[in-house]
């Protein structure tokens, strides 16, 4: 018994110590794992420290700045550069948008050095249970450093970093410092950098216009810009935004009735075609696009970085008024020519997703073109059309006066080009009555405007669509300028003995081929008819091309081609023929405005200019421009007399020949101007101008085709001028030139006191036959008998 009493203890013994052993080991495994863990830690933070950055990225800050554009009222028109970003000092940035990012990154940012423990521990323990890393610690310290100096990998080593990257900035800088840097620098999507140029894409606002809920919004973004872009995922945004206004309730950030009202507010989001400073069918883009391309040719590699700040001549009024009035016209000419079918035809699945999902893929690849929204036919009758925009809202159906516009197109009888059927890809516009179908507008137009003391732009609009077309076709398209050139032949003619009571006949003749530069040449007049002799202020107001003719032949091509270059224009693109006389040269409307800048402000040359000044973003001005002035005897081109005379006979124009829709429209006495039409009505042009604004407005097809029967510069060019001096006219009270020296009034009639009638030259081509008729035919036949 006590052996076998022995032996029992002996074995309870040894499983005691074998209990104990296990325990022992067990705790051991952990203890060792922590101690190595902490070993290795220990090494890769001392190794780590020692490969740090340098902070000077932080302690000298320059950020990229893009270039910003500015009309000369100071409203921002465009912005170049691939980082959208707005410096602010913390001390501007409004306590709502700092507490809607601390309550979304680091509501503890003031308490702690840099790390946060009890972010680390929640983290810790989240990242345990999900057995890997799910879940990051970044204080917003440590988001900075990241964003500075680190990839966005997710590992223990590029954390340590990170976290000691976090304790040397907190050394180093202050934390409003610190929270300034991070306010300026975060990637918020949209190409925006920074908390002020957030706001200006999203919700085209300053960040002091900024409400709760639009702020929560923006703090939502740094934790992922693209899964968070309320244009992209408003759903998924929208929650993001709910729990950072929570958290700043939690917070104290806001009180309970803040919290409330900032849930209810509903947000307005500046449109992604619309929004944002640097919007292609915004104010001014072709202006922004043209202040880029010389600011670009003058600064090169920094144009994009330095924050320059480029101010150019335009005036937000006066562009307004032109880009609606260019609109407009362009519009009604695209109505009055009728519907010309759907875009193109889209094929609809049987089932309804694929219908679905075929609309919307050609209503995106369509895309939105100003007011003109894209949309796909899914039923069609005589009088109804039912359209679907593909972006999960209901169908529309159009009736009645919606569909005035496509009538011929309905139907089983309309031409199978034109059908509006199932499948239809077409353009609808909504107005206060309902949606109505429309048309992207084919035709193109140009518009400026020029003060014609300087030749500052006030206004421009390069086209119809910038989106579609950047081409400027105010400075870029060359076209023929028809009769709206006939000024400059007839300022020559006065100073080779031409006066404005000279008779010239209104009658048909052939020219030889030598002198067109073609082939044997028969011209006659827009409306066909040959009135006989008449004065030369009249055959300018009616626009009487044969006037032109005979008066370009008796003062020679060779002069006139030269004589116009004092105007600006390139003589190798007006060669020396008699089709000069109706304009078969090739100009621009940038020159044409300079052109006739020359006419209304006393005979001085002044070339059109658009950018002001460029300026550092401190204000510093690195470059102003330096315009020719009127009134500078070395800028004078022309006679003051010529330019009083001609001033006189294109006021004629205005008051009884082609553009008199001027004069009853704006109902003023000092306006001047010339209509133009080319050959077969390919381009039409009005170019005129009061005291102190020249403008000039021109309609075409960027590939030359006929624009219709009976269409002229005073149908279609002359409205646009109208409806924008209707704007730039409003505060401007009349002017009437003061006669200079050296000249006489007879009559009516002024002339240079040296030629005079009797003096100067009498008739030209009566020889070749001809009726005297029209208003001045007493006048003619008391000069001829």
Do not use: C
Not at 129 to 135: D, K
Not at 274 to 293: F, I, K, M, T
Request: avoid cysteine.
């Amino acid at each position: 018994m006590p052996l076998m009493r022995s032996a029992r203890n002996t074995a309870r013994t040894q499983r005691g110590f074998s209990v104990a052993r296990l325990l022992a080991v067990l705790v051991a495994i952990p203890i060792t794992a922590l101690i190595s863990g902490a070993l290795l830690a220990a090494l890769a933070v001392l190794l780590t420290n020692d490969r740090l950055p340098q902070l000077d990225a932080l302690l000298d800050y320059r950020p990229q700045i893009p270039m910003r554009v500015y009309s000369a009222d100071g409203k921002l028109i465009g912005e170049f550069g691939e980082e959208r970003r707005t410096f602010v000092r913390i001390e501007d940035v409004p306590a709502v948008m700092k507490n809607a990012v601390l309550a979304a990154e680091d509501a503890r940012f003031f308490e702690h050095g840099g790390v946060d423990p009890v972010g680390v521990a929640r983290a810790l323990l989240a990242n345990l249970s999900a057995g890997g890393i799910t879940q990051g610690s970044s204080t917003l310290t440590m988001q900075l450093a990241r964003e500075f100096f680190l990839s966005p990998e997710r590992t223990y080593t590029r954390k340590i970093t990170e976290a000691l990257l976090a304790l040397r900035i907190e050394d180093t800088l202050t934390k409003n410092e610190i929270l300034e840097l991070y306010l300026n620098q975060i990637f918020l999507g949209k190409r925006a950098y920074g908390f002020a140029a957030a706001a200006r894409t999203y919700f085209d606002k300053t960040l002091d216009e900024l409400n709760p809920a639009e702020a929560a919004m923006l703090a939502g973004l740094p934790k992922a810009p693209s899964r968070y872009n309320p244009f992209v995922n408003p759903q998924r945004a929208t929650e993001r935004q709910r729990y950072i206004l929570r958290r700043m309730r939690e917070n104290n950030f806001l009180t309970e009735e803040q919290y409330r009202d900032a849930l209810d507010t509903p947000l307005k989001y500046a449109t992604e075609r619309s929004g944002g400073p640097d919007d292609d069918n915004g104010l001014a883009p072709y202006v922004a696009e043209l202040a880029r391309q010389l600011t670009q040719a003058m600064f090169e590699g920094d144009a994009y970085t330095a924050g320059l700040r480029v101010y150019t001549t335009i005036d937000t009024r006066d562009q307004m008024a032109a880009r609606e009035a260019l609109r407009k016209g362009v519009i009604d000419y695209d109505t009055k020519h009728g519907y010309r079918g759907p875009e193109s035809y889209v094929r609809l699945p049987a089932d309804p997703e694929g219908t679905r999902a075929a609309i919307e893929a050609a209503v995106e690849e369509a895309g939105r073109i100003n007011e003109f929204h894209p949309a796909v036919v899914t039923a069609a009758s005589e009088k109804s059309v039912t359209v679907s925009r593909g972006d999960g809202s209901p169908p529309i159906e159009i009736t009645g006066k919606g569909l005035a516009f496509v009538k011929r197109a309905l139907g089983a009888k309309a031409p199978a080009a034109t059908r509006l059927q199932p499948g239809a890809l077409v353009r609808i516009v909504e107005e206060r009555d309902g949606w109505r179908i429309s048309q992207l507008p084919q035709v193109q137009a140009a518009f400026v405007a020029v003060n014609t003391a300087d030749g500052s732009v006030r206004a421009l609009v390069g086209g119809y669509d910038f989106e579609r077309n950047k081409f400027n076709r105010v400075t870029q398209a060359w076209r023929q300028p028809g009769s709206s050139f006939k000024p400059f032949i007839y300022s020559a003619a006065l100073e080779k003995g031409f006066m404005v009571s000279t008779i010239v006949n209104d009658a048909p003749f052939s020219i030889d081929p030598a002198l067109t530069g073609g082939d044997l040449w028969e011209p006659k007049n827009y409306d066909g008819k040959f009135e006989g002799p008449m004065t030369m202020a009249e055959g300018l107001a009616r626009s009487k091309n044969m006037v032109s003719i005979r008066i370009l032949q008796q003062i020679g091509p060779d002069y006139a081609q030269d004589y116009v270059s004092r105007f600006g224009f390139e003589a190798t693109r007006h060669p020396a023929y008699l089709t000069m006389a109706l304009g078969a040269g090739a100009v621009t409307p940038w020159q044409m405005a300079g052109g006739f800048s020359t006419f209304a402000n006393g005979g001085y040359r002044v070339e059109p200019y658009i950018v002001s000044k460029i300026t550092n973003s401190a204000g510093e001005v690195l470059a102003a421009a330096r315009p020719r002035q009127a009134g500078d005897p070395h800028n004078r081109t022309i006679d003051p007399r010529n330019a009083f005379i001609m001033d006189s006979m294109l006021r004629d124009v205005v008051r009884y020949g082609t553009a008199t829709r001027a004069r009853t429209a704006l109902k003023r006495n000092d306006l001047a101007g010339k209509t133009g039409t080319t050959n077969d009505s390919h381009d039409a042009w009005f170019a005129g101008y009061q005291h102190d604004i020249a403008a000039v407005a021109w309609v075409g097809f960027d590939q030359p085709r006929k624009l219709g029967n009976r269409e002229t510069g005073g149908g279609l060019a002359l409205p646009i001028w109208v409806d924008y001096m209707r704007t730039a006219l409003t505060d401007k009270p009349q002017v009437d030139p003061e006669p200079p020296g050296g000249i006489v009034q007879i009559g009516a009639d002024w002339y240079y006191s040296e030629t005079r009638p009797g003096q100067g030259i009498a008739t030209v081509g009566l020889m070749e036959g001809g009726v005297a008729s029209g208003e001045n035919a007493d006048q003619i036949r008391d000069q001829l008998f």
